[in-house]
């Protein structure tokens, strides 16, 4: 069981990088990204209540931690200086958001959503799973229980929280849409838990992945 001040010692980092991050979701000028923010921020906050309880907690907040240090080198920090996002990664998704302008539709702003969620998943966590497991080493003298550490990642509470988090942020963001936009977000209401498995599944592939190659760069390093 990881030791709950080493814990301790990494919560004012969270802290920090989560009101960051909240500052970009509650700034509407900053359309398609604030949204996507606003999944990823309470997509993470649920993560970290899993996690806390978690035989890795230490190594799982590290890997938070990273990951959102990424997130906000690759996309946060170019959209706050309103420069271009050039992350080869984000790329689609940069793309895709410029192309939505300033109050963007229902029905792209879900895929922008899937677009963002692919490339942090697929192509960010191997690299934050290597950076975490270097943390881990600093903080705790070794390295974590690689199993144990795979297990807590991609554990079912934690899928639970992105499908959580979707179906929040569909709820915040009805009250504030068109009518026709009420309409979308209520279809996918109604079809996300029919389609839970699915989505799901595809997730804790892609995080599966993303884990094995994290430990095989950490290996090759």
Same mark, same amino acid.
Request: proline residues 5%; aromatic residues 8%.
């Given at each position: 069981?990881?030791? @709950?001040?080493?814990? $301790?010692?990494? %919560? @004012?980092?969270?802290?920090?990088?989560?009101?960051?991050?909240?500052? =970009?979701?509650?700034?509407?000028?900053?359309?398609?990204?604030?949204?996507? /923010?606003?999944?990823?921020?309470?997509?993470?906050?649920?993560? =970290? *209540?899993?996690?806390?309880?978690? *035989? +890795? &907690? =230490?190594?799982?907040?590290? +890997?938070?931690?990273?990951?959102?240090?990424?997130? *906000?080198? %690759?996309?946060?920090?170019?959209?706050? *200086?309103?420069? @271009?996002? +050039?992350?080869?990664? !984000?790329?689609?998704?940069?793309?895709?958001?410029?192309?939505?302008?300033?109050r963007p539709r229902v029905n792209p702003l879900l895929w922008l959503l899937c677009l963002g969620a692919e490339a942090h998943v697929r192509h960010d966590l191997p690299r934050a799973i290597v950076s975490a497991a270097k943390a881990h080493r600093q903080l705790a003298g070794d390295g974590p229980d690689m199993e144990a !550490?795979?297990?807590?990642? =991609?554990?079912?509470?934690? $899928?639970?929280?992105?499908?959580?988090?979707?179906?929040?942020?569909?709820?915040?963001?009805?009250?504030?849409?068109?009518? &026709?936009?009420?309409?979308?977000?209520?279809?996918?209401?109604?079809?996300?838990?029919?389609?839970?498995?699915?989505?799901? $599944?595809?997730? %804790?592939?892609?995080?599966? +992945?993303?884990?094995?190659?994290?430990? /095989?760069?950490?290996? /090759? /390093?």
């Amino acid at each position: 069981m990881t030791d @709950p001040a080493r814990v $301790g010692d990494v %919560q @004012p980092v969270l802290d920090a990088l989560l009101g960051r991050v909240e500052r =970009l979701a509650g700034d509407e000028s900053f359309g398609a990204h604030a949204v996507f /923010a606003a999944l990823y921020l309470r997509t993470n906050r649920l993560l =970290l *209540e899993h996690y806390s309880g978690a *035989e +890795t &907690a =230490l190594a799982c907040r590290l +890997t938070v931690i990273e990951f959102f240090r990424l997130y *906000e080198t %690759q996309v946060v920090a170019p959209v706050r *200086e309103r420069r @271009p996002i +050039t992350a080869p990664a !984000w790329r689609s998704y940069a793309a895709f958001a410029d192309s939505l302008g300033p109050r963007p539709r229902v029905n792209p702003l879900l895929w922008l959503l899937c677009l963002g969620a692919e490339a942090h998943v697929r192509h960010d966590l191997p690299r934050a799973i290597v950076s975490a497991a270097k943390a881990h080493r600093q903080l705790a003298g070794d390295g974590p229980d690689m199993e144990a !550490w795979r297990r807590d990642l =991609l554990s079912r509470g934690a $899928g639970d929280a992105f499908f959580a988090a979707t179906l929040d942020l569909n709820r915040s963001v009805r009250g504030s849409t068109s009518r &026709a936009g009420r309409m979308a977000l209520g279809v996918h209401a109604a079809l996300a838990h029919p389609l839970r498995p699915v989505m799901i $599944g595809v997730l %804790q592939r892609w995080r599966d +992945t993303a884990f094995h190659r994290g430990v /095989a760069m950490l290996g /090759a /390093a």
